[in-house]
């Protein structure tokens, strides 16, 4: 049974989630606002008052576990879980 007014015919209707193409040709590129570039310096703020992490970029671009632009930095000192230890 076919009810029209579901979430699943309307993706169906517009050929979304698993009803997509699986041609990837037509998928839109995610725009990165401002350049930025593999080798950059940068500074990221932190939600704890005046603690600014500094580091390179190392990655710019799209996942396969997450939509949109990804910014994959490399901090100068060991910082948090991803610490080196």
Known sequence: MNI?????????????????????THKKKPEVPVEI??????????????LKKRGTVR????????????IGIEYDEPLGKNDGS
Do not use: N
Not at 4 to 13: E, R
Not at 42 to 48: D, I
């Open 37 to 50: 570039t593999v080798g950059s310096r940068c500074e990221v703020e932190s939600s704890e008052a005046d």
């Open 59 to 70: 990655f710019v671009g799209t996942t396969k576990f997450s939509k949109g632009i990804w």
């Open 4 to 24: 029209p007014d579901t979430v699943l015919a309307y993706k169906q209707q517009h050929h979304m989630g698993r009803f997509a193409p699986k041609d990837e």
